[in-house]
């Protein structure tokens, strides 16, 4: 991939709209779609979106156990007002069922495509 290339995707990836991206990129916003429609521009697109998207998963990863004890602080807490004991609790509750479904979903996948694989 070109340097002029490599910067529009960069800019992509730090702007907003494809429009202040070419224009951080120095090119058209012509040039920008012309790139886009390359199929290794889109695929180097693909993958380094990716890589933010992990990131961005990683760090909410991280951010789910102080969260969770900031919630059970403000559930726990008698002083606090009982309308802020409920939502929190509320919170903690909704969050539990989906992180525990999300996990058995999971689970249930890796079996079937260990299945699949034992099969072939």
């Not at 180097?44 to 961005?56: H, I, M, P, S, T």
């Not at 602080?73 to 989906?98: M, N, W």
């Amino acid at each position: 991939m070109t340097p002029k290339k490599q910067k529009a995707l960069l800019a992509l990836l730090e702007n907003p709209t494809k429009e202040k991206a070419a224009a951080a990129a120095g090119i058209t916003s012509k040039t920008l779609r012309s790139y886009l429609a390359d199929p290794e521009f889109q695929a180097e697109y693909r993958k380094a979106f990716a890589g933010l998207v992990e990131d961005a998963t990683r760090q909410a990863q991280q951010a789910i156990s102080p969260a969770l004890s900031t919630l059970r602080e403000v559930v726990e807490d008698s002083g606090g007002g009982p309308q802020f004991r409920i939502s929190a609790a509320r919170s903690i509750l909704e969050y539990s069922l989906k992180l525990t479904e999300q996990n058995d979903i999971l689970s249930k996948l890796q079996e079937l495509e260990k299945a699949v694989a034992e099969r072939r």
